[in-house]
């Protein structure tokens, strides 16, 4: 699905989303990925729902954003709050849902000017 998001300067808005991944400023993302508000569009090491880590909720909550939205792959699946430990010790929110509504709440939440994290999944 395109996207037509309201870009604020120097942020990283998500174009367009589908089952074979994202583009966020012109560039296709096929595998996991962090999408921060502001810094570098990077790959999240997660092949699958299965093998997520609290290391990798970790490194989520070093960017310190105030709000990450947690896209679980093409349905929607919870983690435990043992996985989440990090972000909820730094009273970092999270929200999960499934990674199509997870781009379009991120782009609304940039959109407002919010400090917002988009970690996507896609499974392999």
């Known amino acids: 699905m395109k996207l037509h998001a309201e ?10 989303h589908g089952p074979d991944g994202v583009l966020v400023n012109g560039v296709q993302h096929t595998h996991s990925v962090i999408v921060p508000w502001t810094g570098l569009v990077a790959a999240w090491p997660v092949a699958r729902f ?15 954003p105030e709000l990450v939205i947690f896209g679980s792959g093409a349905r929607l699946r919870f983690p435990p709050a043992s996985v989440l430990r990090a972000l909820i010790d730094r009273r970092i929110g999270v929200e999960t849902m499934d990674t199509a509504a997870a781009c379009r709440t991120y782009n609304v939440l ?15």
């Open 7 to 16: 870009r604020i300067e120097g942020t990283h808005a998500i174009a367009r």
């Open 50 to 64: 299965e093998d997520l880590q609290p290391e990798h909720f970790k490194a989520l909550a070093e960017h310190t």
């Open 110 to 124: 940039l959109s407002e000017g919010r400090a917002v994290l988009a970690a996507l999944l896609f499974e392999r």
